[in-house]
């Protein structure tokens, strides 16, 4: 079966709002055996929805429509699929009842009001209803193309979609496939050496596919299996989850939907190990994305941003003369930083970071984008010089990832070249 997705709404077309609405939908779909062939996106104007409508009917056995079923002038979607199909635009007299009903438990029982203009729908339709909110969808057929028409609204869209749309298709899938997607996150590797480790990998397989995306600063690997049986697609699948981990090894750092704070707050549980965070040039960010993750006050016991050189010698005991001699920004100052914190806190480990982030500051020594990170351990410590770029958010992003790295890697006993 050939599925598209029809995105209706002029703040999308302009950017003011990003359409998560389609990749949900494909996302869901691909959980039933259904692949979305195409996303399309239009503004809220009728002749540019209907010829969309037309041009999706060719090419499509079901399309999936999102936006403009709301009372205001602009949401013309209902008027544009009446036209587009040759039916008459009618009031239905179900989504009348929904409307008043809605209506009466927001405490007004009246008449007529605006909002009747939602429970106009083209002819011969069948109506879709929406729980949870006043524009309801609706369904009709043509062209041999199924329509489901549902509300821009991602948490109506979604309920309407699974309780409706979803069962309706599947009950209609005459070949349906099992689809399985495995989801091998990376950091630490560009996407050309990614691709180039990977390389030739699937050639020739039938039931494997495989996409690189790039979620700056991370990648992502998404190998989806295609198969007849869930058996057949789980073991194909597995296979290939293996193959990817051999040729990528110790830069996948989580698989699924888990992100690197997540790993690294996994590891300190199996471990039992505590941790105190020195941050300068991250301005607390790293301690940011691990207290956003329930749970870590276990192993997170305190962080400190000392930006000035006075917050670094009376917070964590920096000697005065590594700062006058070698500077705030130097792998003195970051292992003096890592221990002070360990030291203050109690903790097991304790990690610093220290950098010039731009745009001003950097000399031709150190320029913008200089990094020092450290940590410091029962068994050892280790500090690193990295070079981050010039774009201020990249470098504090890029410090915040590598120092999460560090982590992961000395928890899971994982070599990082210092």
């Known amino acids: 079966m050939r599925v598209s997705t029809l995105s209706i709404g002029s703040e999308l077309i302009c950017g003011e709002v990003i359409d998560t609405n389609a990749g949900h939908i ?46 205001t002038v602009d949401d013309v979607t209902a008027l544009a699929a009446a036209h587009a199909t040759g039916r008459r635009l009618v009031v239905n007299e179900e989504l009348k009842g929904h409307l008043r009903a809605f209506s009466a438990k927001l405490g007004d029982p009246g008449g007529c009001h605006p909002s009747d203009k939602q429970a106009m729908i083209p002819a011969k339709s069948a109506v879709i209803p929406n729980p949870t909110g006043t524009a309801c969808g609706f369904h009709f057929m043509h062209g041999g193309c199924f329509f489901f028409f549902l509300p821009g609204v991602p948490s109506e869209m979604d309920r309407m979609l699974r309780e409706t ?4 298709l599947s009950v209609r899938v005459m070949h349906k496939r099992v689809v399985l997607s495995a989801f091998l996150n990376v950091f630490g590797l560009s996407e050309p050496e990614v691709d180039g480790l990977l390389a030739g990998i699937f050639s020739g397989s039938h039931t494997i596919q495989m996409s690189i995306c790039v979620t700056f600063p991370w990648i992502r690997i998404t190998l989806r299996a295609d198969a007849d049986t869930e058996t057949a697609a789980r073991t ?8 990817v981990r051999e040729r990528l090894g110790d830069a996948i750092f989580s698989e699924g939907h888990e992100t690197i704070e ?68 130097s792998s003195e100052c970051a292992a003096a930083m890592a221990t002070g914190v360990r030291g203050a806190a109690g903790s097991d480990l304790g990690l610093a970071v220290t950098g010039i982030a731009g745009p001003d500051g950097g000399t031709d020594d150190k320029p913008v984008g200089t990094v020092f990170i450290s940590l410091a351990a029962p068994d050892g410590s280790w500090t690193k ?8 958010e990249e470098i504090r992003t890029l410090t915040a990832w590598m120092a999460l790295d560090w982590l992961r890697r000395y928890l899971g006993g994982i070599p990082f070249s210092v």
């Open 26 to 71: 494909a996302e869901l779909l691909l959980g039933c055996g259904l692949r979305v062939q195409r996303h399309v996106v239009v503004g809220d104007c009728e002749p540019d929805i209907g010829e969309a409508l037309i041009e999706l009917a060719q090419k499509n056995d079901a399309v999936v429509v999102t936006g403009g079923l709301g009372p």
């Open 165 to 168: 749309v979803l069962p309706f």
């Open 236 to 243: 194909s699948l597995q296979e290939a989850v293996e193959l």
């Open 262 to 329: 997540q790993a690294v707050a996994r590891l300190f549980a199996r471990r039992g190990l505590t941790l105190a965070l020195a941050e300068s040039c991250t301005g607390g960010l790293i301690a940011k994305r691990l207290t956003d993750v329930p749970g870590s006050s276990a192993f997170f016991l305190e962080g400190v941003v000392t930006y000035s050189n006075a917050a670094k010698m009376r917070l964590l005991e920096v000697p005065q003369d590594i700062l006058e001699v070698r500077g705030a920004v």
């Open 385 to 392: 010089r990295f070079r981050f770029g010039d774009n201020r």
